[in-house]
């Protein structure tokens, strides 16, 4: 790995606290980090380098997954980090800061290699990404990078202004856009999955497949974000974003020699062959709900309207059901549901690969359950890849009992999606980040939708607080057969330490 300079804006925010010094800490103990690196801390509080790193450590003991435990390495880590008082909009910060990186570098002895990381609101990123070329931040002699999180814009157009404003001052190469659900370890594994197991890779078509169901609920609410939520809804804060992308990831086809232009090339495609939903097809084929008083763990839980800081007769949606068609070879004919909520019955991200049944028919004269073979990837709170396979008992009036082939299951001790998205940003490994394409294509897509909700053209279907969403998303699976898998909250997905609430137990009762 190269020595690089980490230069950080919005060094004394909540995501750097919470996530960035402790992905940073754990890349550092796992010898993830490069031998020479440097940390400008950037805000606009008059911070001195030793509150600074003071507020490094506090934030380890608090936040990291492994704790400090040797202080002499502890003291190694920390001695990286400057801080520097910066104004977004002021020149002369950026000459102050440069002179800082400079004299780093050469006390380093490194080559001006940056990163920047905007850990910042979006009305920052133009000023920010004006002022580092300007200032001459970013040298001809090392490289320059640009890690962005989302939001990418409000809307198709306002993500297209951002991107060519960003491109003024960084190639496309250059911009790492963070959408935190690609480095969940378990997305990253569904390449190897494939890759590793020619068995699912054959199987993974629409001669197979009756449909894929993914899943991103919560059990929290609004939270303390009303300002931001209020204007994004679940549309714009979950489905343009993380949603999308799990469909690219578990849409795409990789060859073996797979390499990070190939699996953007892929995702790509798939984006291009997502049937576009017309405005006046919204809502056949989209459920937007919204939640109301209801109750969780016994406890009565408000209404998003009654939440502090919601407009009373807030039209916003928190909770988006959709199905998706992908208009190709591999995927003609089968339907992708995507949902996400909050305040739903439990948090759970999942993707469940329903197979086709072709033994149904063959069995449905007798008495025996036969479930179709489900594939199970369980993205959170759990981590887990899961087969379930029907077995015959023994016995002349034995009748089918599924089994759940564990095909991975992740340490509980992974890394964290931040840990593995800042080491593939330090190595240049755009893998894992969104490339502009695939966020223009999202955009494009739920831009209709954006527009049928902005008109108030589609329903806006309550739900209760603590519930599994408004019924009229069980409808949209209905009509095709189908129903949602794992739903209730005591029906955990499979996993290998059986964690999560009950077993899971087949109820061939249950099947639609
Ligand atoms: C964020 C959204 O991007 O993802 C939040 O802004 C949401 O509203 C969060 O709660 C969910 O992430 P995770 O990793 O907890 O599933």
């Known amino acids: 790995m190269e020595p690089t300079t980490f230069v950080l804006f919005g060094a004394t925010g909540d995501l750097a606290k919470r996530k960035i010094y402790p992905a940073l800490y754990n890349?550092?103990?796992?010898?993830?980090?490069?031998?020479a690196f440097s940390v400008v801390g950037l805000g606009r509080r008059e911070w001195t380098d030793e509150v600074f790193?003071?507020?490094?450590?506090?934030s380890l003991y608090q936040f990291s997954r492994t704790e400090p435990a040797d202080e002499a390495q502890l003291n190694a880590f920390l001695e990286a980090f400057r801080y520097s008082v910066l104004d977004i909009g002021k020149e002369e910060d950026y000459r102050k800061l440069l002179a800082l990186v400079e004299s780093r570098e050469k006390?380093?002895?490194?080559?001006?290699?940056?990163?920047?990381?905007?850990?910042?609101?979006?009305?920052h990123f133009e000023p920010i990404a004006d002022n580092i070329r300007n200032s001459g931040l970013g040298s001809a002699n090392g490289w320059k990078r640009l890690v962005i999180e989302k939001p990418f814009g409000h809307d198709l157009k306002s993500a297209r202004a951002l991107n060519a404003k960003l491109s003024e001052s960084f190639a496309e190469e250059e911009i790492f856009r963070i959408d935190h659900y690609l480095g969940k370890p378990v997305v990253?594994?569904?390449?190897?999955?494939?890759?590793?197991?020619?068995?699912?890779?054959?199987?993974?078509?629409?001669?197979?497949?009756?449909?894929?169901?993914?899943?991103?609920?919560?059990?929290?609410g609004v939270e303390e974000r009303a300002g931001y939520y209020d204007h994004v809804g679940a549309i714009r804060d979950m489905f343009q974003n993380h949603l999308l992308q799990l469909l690219m990831m578990a849409a795409i086809h990789l060859p073996f020699d797979s390499t990070s232009e190939k699996v953007r090339f892929k995702k790509k495609k798939i984006m291009e062959a997502l049937v576009p939903v017309q405005r006046d097809e919204v809502s056949a084929h989209l459920v937007r709900g919204q939640y109301a008083a209801g109750s969780m763990g016994g406890k009565p839980v408000a209404g998003y309207k009654e939440e502090p800081g919601i407009a009373p007769d807030s039209r916003n949606d928190t909770f988006i059901a959709a199905r998706l068609r992908i208009d190709n070879g591999d995927w003609r004919g089968v339907p992708f549901y995507i949902r996400t909520g909050k305040r739903m019955n439990k948090k759970s991200t999942r993707i469940v690969v329903e197979f086709k049944e072709p033994l149904k028919q063959a069995w449905s004269q007798s008495e025996d359950g036969v479930a179709p073979n489900l594939l199970v990837i369980e993205i959170g709170p759990g981590e887990s890849i899961t087969l379930r396979l029907n077995n015959k008992e023994p016995g002349a009036h034995g009748g089918f009992k599924p089994?759940?082939?564990?095909?991975h299951s992740t340490p509980s001790d992974s890394p964290e999606a931040y840990e593995n998205l800042i080491g593939?940003?330090?190595?240049?490994?755009?893998?894992?980040?969104?490339?502009?394409?695939?966020?223009?294509?999202?955009?494009?897509?739920v831009q209709p939708v954006l527009d049928a909700f902005e008109a108030d053209e589609v329903p806006l279907r309550e739900y209760a607080a603590g519930s599994r969403?408004?019924?009229?998303?069980?409808?949209?699976?209905?009509?095709?057969?189908?129903?949602?898998?794992?739903?209730?909250?005591?029906?955990?997905?499979?996993?290998?330490?059986?964690?999560?609430?009950?077993?899971?137990?087949?109820?061939?009762?249950?099947?639609?």
């Open 424 to 445: 593939d940003a330090l190595k240049g490994d755009p893998t894992f980040f969104a490339h502009w394409d695939e966020v223009e294509l999202s955009w494009e897509w």
């Open 53 to 58: 790193q003071a507020a490094v450590e506090r």
């Open 469 to 512: 969403g408004p019924a009229e998303s069980d409808a949209l699976l209905a009509e095709d057969g189908y129903h949602w898998w794992f739903d209730d909250e005591n029906d955990a997905t499979p996993n290998s330490e059986g964690k999560e609430g009950a077993d899971y137990a087949y109820n061939a009762n249950a099947n639609h």
């Open 188 to 220: 990253q594994r569904l390449e190897s999955l494939q890759q590793a197991n020619p068995v699912i890779q054959a199987l993974w078509t629409n001669r197979y497949i009756a449909n894929v169901q993914i899943t991103a609920s919560e059990s929290v």
């Open 107 to 123: 006390a380093l002895d490194m080559p001006p290699n940056r990163l920047f990381y905007l850990s910042v609101g979006p009305e």
């Open 27 to 35: 890349l550092f103990v796992r010898g993830k980090l490069p031998q």
């Open 403 to 407: 089994i759940h082939i564990d095909l």
